[in-house]
């Protein structure tokens, strides 16, 4: 089951601009985090925020989250050639145990150009 | 170094074959888990472990079996019933049964049938 859908599906921007992506979800959560994954490799933990919290930022990256609509948005600033990469957000299902999987979205591939 | 090593990074399978993906953590978590990514699309959850000898089917389990022996091993067999297996497979890990935290991911094995 897919809880998260990442928006838009490809993003391509220019060195220096910002860079935006959305993610709804389906059912309450406790947590939502955002990974990265580069061509090939596995993901890399970028940011963990908890469903009380509104936003969320840790260097170049803002979180944000709102449960009433069960969405969340990350923000790249000033976006580098090296943040080409696919990005995925990711939920803990409100009620689930501890340990149990997280849900992943489809994610958005992010190609920033020189 | 603390992590999650995958082994072997590239896999050839024949048709009919069982292979095995090796999955070895150092970084004493309890949770284990298994996703599969295709092309252009996200994680699904194939297997996932909350503690030693004890494991929870995921969403695409059928064609898999998995094992849980050692708190630091979690090895993915993929069999001959699994239909479509050429894809990327995940293993990751998350810290303690009693915590909601961010997944730590191996490097990958790709898996392709010829």
């Known amino acids: 089951s897919q809880q998260g859908e990442e928006d838009p599906q490809a993003l391509s921007i220019q060195e220096g601009e910002n860079a935006t992506m959305n993610c709804s979800y389906k059912?309450?959560?406790?947590?939502l985090q955002w990974y990265r994954q580069n061509s090939g490799r596995g993901l890399v933990h970028l940011i963990l925020?908890?469903?009380?919290?509104r936003e969320k930022h840790s260097g170049r990256l803002r979180v944000t989250l709102d449960t009433s609509k069960k969405s969340s948005s990350l923000l790249i600033t000033a976006s580098r050639a090296a943040d080409t990469a696919s990005y995925f957000c990711?939920?803990?299902?409100?009620?689930?145990?501890?340990?149990?999987?997280?849900?992943f979205g489809k994610g958005t591939t992010l190609s920033v150009s020189s | 170094d603390g992590g999650i090593t995958q082994s072997p990074k590239y896999l050839f399978r024949k048709e009919g074959q069982n292979v095995t993906l090796s999955c070895e953590q150092n970084?004493?978590?309890?949770?284990m888990y298994w996703y599969r990514q295709d092309p252009g699309q996200g994680l699904r959850l194939i297997y996932y472990?909350?503690?030693?000898?004890?494991?929870q089917k995921g969403d695409i389990a059928e064609g898999y079996s998995v094992s849980r022996e050692k708190k630091e091993s979690f090895p993915l067999t993929v069999t001959s019933a699994q239909k479509n297996p050429t894809a990327f497979y995940l293993c990751?890990?998350?810290?303690?049964?009693?915590?909601?935290?961010?997944?730590?991911f191996g490097e990958g094995s790709r898996l392709t049938v010829l």
């Open positions: 990751a890990s998350r810290g303690g049964t009693g915590v909601f935290g961010e997944l730590f």
């Open positions: 059912t309450s959560i406790n947590n």
């Open positions: 925020i908890r469903s009380n919290e």
């Open positions: 990711a939920t803990d299902a409100k009620g689930s145990q501890a340990g149990t999987a997280l849900i």
């Open positions: 970084l004493n978590h309890d949770a």
């Open positions: 472990s909350q503690i030693v000898n004890d494991f």
